[in-house]
C-alpha cells in the first residue's frame, strides 16, 4: 500500500533557536513521501544561512509581516501532502521507536484531526509551573478524545489534519486564535478528533513574567472573541453534552473553582462549626476564645481556608491520577504555586479580556501580533 505523503508546515517569525535541530529531526526520518515546509516572515541572516545549510526543506521568505495565518493558508496551497502536519519552530519532536511521521499517519487513519502531545521545556521554575497548565489542556483534550471524538478546541504547536478537512473548513481564518477557531469548526461538523498519546514534543514557553503576561494577554484577547463569535454554539453544545462539556472549564481554569467556594459556602455553616468547636474545647478542655475569634473577619479567614484545603486536595488528587495516565511528572509544590499563583493570574486575564472585548466596539488589536 502506498504511503500518504505528509507536508509538514513550520511558520517561523524572523528566527527561531530551534529550528534548526527540529529540521534535522524531520530530515533524519526515514518515511517517504514527505515535504518539509518553512515558512518565515522578515527572515534574518541567520534564518537565511541556515536555509543554505539544510537539505530537503523548502523555505519561503516573506519580506514583509505576512501573519501566521496568511503565511500558512499559502503555504498549504503550495504543498501536495494528503496529511498537514503544523509545528511552531521552538518545538522539539520526542523520538519513538517506530518513527514520528510513520506513527503520524497510523494515528490518522481513523481520524481526522489529530492532536500531538504537548510537555514544556522545564527550564526555570516558572516553567515547571506552567508546565501544569499545558497538562491542563492536554487533560481536556484527552477527554474529548475519548467521550465525543471531537473537539472544540486545540493547542496548535503541535496537530495534523487531512488536507480534505482542512480544505472543506477553508483553511485557518484571519482571527488570532486560528487554531481554537480551526477546532471549533471542525466540531461543528462533525470532523473526528482524536488526542494521540502515541505522539510528543516538547514545547519552549516564555521563562520570565513579562513575557508570559505579553503572552497571556494575546491568548486570552484570542479566546474572549472566540467565545464572542461561537457562544450560541457553545451554550447549545454544553446543554447537548453536559457531563463532557461542563467538567472541563474547571480543568483549564481550577481558580474558577476556588473563586465559587469563597463565594458559595455560606457564612452560616462557619459559624456554627465555630461554636460547635468552641463548646466542645470548653467542655473537654475548659478552653475558651476571646470574642474576637467569633468576629466576621475570623469567620470569613476559615471559611477561606476550608475551601482553599478542600479544592485545592481535589484538584491536587486529579491532576496527580491524569499526571500518571498520561506520562506526565507532579510535584506537589510546583501545582500548589500553580493553583493558588498562575492559575488565578491566568484567569482573571481571561475575564478582563471578555471584558474587554464585550465593551469594546470595532475590532480589538493587539499589539506585536498579526494573523
Not at 38 to 65: M, Q
Not at 166 to 175: C, H, K
Not at 181 to 202: I, P, W
Request: one cysteine or more.
Amino acid at each position: 500500500m502506498k504511503n500518504l505523503r505528509v507536508s509538514i508546515f513550520i511558520p517561523i517569525y524572523k528566527e527561531s533557536e530551534m529550528l534548526e535541530s527540529l529540521l534535522e529531526s524531520l530530515s533524519s526520518e526515514d518515511y517517504e513521501p514527505k515535504e518539509i515546509i518553512v515558512v518565515v516572515d522578515e527572515p534574518t541572516e541567520k534564518t537565511k544561512s541556515l536555509a543554505k545549510k539544510v537539505k530537503n526543506v523548502r523555505f519561503i521568505f516573506n519580506g514583509h509581516r505576512l501573519g501566521k495565518v496568511n503565511a500558512l493558508n499559502e503555504a498549504v496551497r503550495s504543498s501536495k501532502g494528503e496529511i498537514l502536519l503544523f509545528l511552531d519552530g521552538d518545538v522539539k519532536i520526542e523520538k519513538n521507536g517506530e518513527g514520528f511521521l510513520k506513527t503520524l499517519v497510523k494515528e490518522m487513519e481513523d481520524a481526522d484531526l489529530v492532536e500531538i502531545k504537548k510537555k514544556v521545556f522545564r527550564e526555570n521554575f516558572l516553567t515547571r509551573v506552567i508546565y501544569y497548565d499545558y497538562l491542563s489542556s492536554n487533560v481536556v483534550s484527552w477527554l474529548f478524545s475519548r467521550g465525543l471524538k471531537r473537539s472544540l478546541g486545540l493547542n496548535g504547536s503541535a496537530f495534523a489534519i487531512k488536507r480534505s478537512v482542512f480544505e472543506d473548513l477553508g483553511g485557518f481564518r484571519r482571527v488570532i486564535a486560528e487554531d481554537l477557531d480551526l477546532a471549533t469548526r471542525s466540531f461543528l461538523k462533525n470532523f473526528r478528533f482524536k488526542y494521540s498519546e502515541k505522539l510528543e514534543v516538547f514545547v519552549k514557553t516564555p521563562s520570565k513574567w513579562r513575557q508570559v503576561y505579553k503572552q497571556r494577554k494575546r491568548w486570552g484577547v484570542g479566546g474572549a472573541l472566540w467565545i464572542k463569535e461561537y457562544y450560541k454554539d457553545l451554550i447549545r453544545n454544553a446543554l447537548r453534552f453536559p457531563k463532557f462539556l461542563l467538567p472541563t472549564i474547571p480543568i483549564i481554569f481550577p481558580s474558577l473553582i476556588l473563586f465559587l467556594l469563597y463565594t458559595l459556602i455560606p457564612d452560616a455553616i462557619i459559624y456554627k462549626s465555630i461554636m460547635v468547636f468552641i463548646l466542645v474545647a470548653a467542655i473537654k478542655i475548659g478552653f475558651l476564645l476571646h470574642p474576637f475569634f467569633l468576629s466576621v473577619v475570623t469567620i470569613t479567614l476559615v471559611k477561606n481556608l476550608i475551601a482553599s484545603l478542600l479544592s485545592f486536595g481535589a484538584f491536587a488528587s486529579l491532576f496527580y491520577i491524569f499526571a500518571r495516565k498520561l506520562g506526565y511528572t507532579f510535584n506537589p509544590f510546583e501545582f500548589l504555586v500553580f493553583y493558588f499563583i498562575f492559575s488565578p493570574f491566568w484567569f482573571s486575564i481571561v475575564i478582563a479580556s471578555i471584558i474587554k472585548v464585550t465593551i469594546q466596539k470595532g475590532k480589538v488589536e493587539v499589539l506585536d501580533w498579526k494573523c
